[in-house]
């Protein structure tokens, strides 16, 4: 095929997989361009079963990620992991260079086409959180605390008796009231006096307190971290103390705009940082679409990924065939 119909689609979760299968299946060529080792993005970390999924239920994300990466392979779609990209700017023909550099011995690559596709996807929030709490830094380093909610669901892994989770919005509702399931008794800080998760999931773990089986702290900031032989102390402002087995943070999530490389094209962003896009998935870049989380769906899941994947590429594909 010609080199002018290349779309690179920059991200391998389920977004971009799916625009990549959506325009492979319209004879148009997508090169998946992903930082990591492996396809599969946040959803490829989810070991919590997912039966939102119309006709898969009963999969974790794991596993439903697991699938999509088997469905690229048998469409044969061009993928580079352990890729990132370098350089993108618009060229004076309209079209897009873009440059690719990898984390092993590859050489780099230069790409050059009509349209290009941002499927970075968010990630866990809390880096800021280890760096400014003390102690926080070196006991994740231990293991003793975790960034996001995989490490609460992984089977076999030792939670302990009693977990702190940080953080007041639906993760942190709903992996303690998936804690209290396993027999583990969840503390949940959270600095805002009211939670911000969706109402079912805070009454669910709210039954859960009421029966002594979980504990919610509200208007609580955690001030430091202490080493208490295998468990950790909490010390909170304004004084106290818990002493648990393992800290998750549950900050929620930010999307992967801060890139330096995506800078250059200076794309138009709300106030969280998100991308912002028209009902195509295009951004007031013309020929630059987002999809997935990082564009900030009303409702970010799987279905929206897969879908906001699909609507880039048909219109990716209508542009090009009036070419």
């Known amino acids: 095929m010609a ?39 946040l959803a490829g970390r989810n070991p919590y079963r997912n039966d939102w999924l119309l006709g898969r239920p009963g999969l974790t994300g794991r596993q439903h990620a697991q699938e999509f990466v088997r469905h690229i392979g048998q469409a044969a779609v061009e993928t580079w992991l352990g890729a990132r990209p370098q350089h993108l700017a618009r060229m004076s023909n309209g079209r897009f260079a873009l440059d690719v550099g990898f984390s092993d011995q590859r050489p780099p690559q230069s790409l050059s086409c009509f349209a290009v596709v941002l499927a970075a996807g968010t990630r866990f929030r809390g880096e800021e959180w280890l760096d400014q709490v003390e102690n926080a830094r070196r006991l994740a380093a231990a293991g003793l605390v975790h960034l996001g909610p995989p490490f609460a669901g ?29 027999g583990v008794r969840p503390t949940v800080v959270m600095r805002a006096n009211e939670p911000k998760g969706q109402p079912l999931l805070v009454q669910r773990l709210r039954e859960h307190a009421s029966s002594g089986k979980a504990e919610i702290l509200a208007g609580r ?76 769906p009303v409702h970010p899941c799987i279905v929206t990924a897969l879908a906001s994947g699909t609507m880039a590429a048909r219109e990716i594909q209508r542009r090009l065939s009036t070419r």
């Open 3 to 41: 080199e002018t119909a290349i779309v690179p689609i920059i991200g391998g979760g389920p977004a971009g997989m799916s625009c990549a299968l959506w325009l492979a299946n319209y004879g148009l060529p997508p090169i998946i361009i992903e930082r990591e080792a492996d396809l599969g993005g």
């Open 154 to 182: 992984e089977p076999g892994v030792d939670l302990g008796s009693h977990v702190a989770v940080i953080g007041g919005g639906d993760n942190a509702f709903d992996v303690s009231r998936m804690l209290v399931e396993k």
């Open 221 to 296: 900031t955690v001030e430091a971290l202490e080493q208490a032989g295998a468990r950790v102390r909490v010390r909170l402002a304004g004084g106290g103390a818990l002493e648990v087995d393992h800290v998750v943070l549950l900050l929620g999530y930010q999307p992967n705009t801060d890139e330096p490389w995506l800078a250059q094209l200076a794309l138009e962003q709300d106030t969280d940082g998100y991308l912002i896009v028209d009902g195509n998935r295009e951004t007031p870049c013309r020929g630059v679409f987002a999809v997935g989380d990082v564009s900030n």
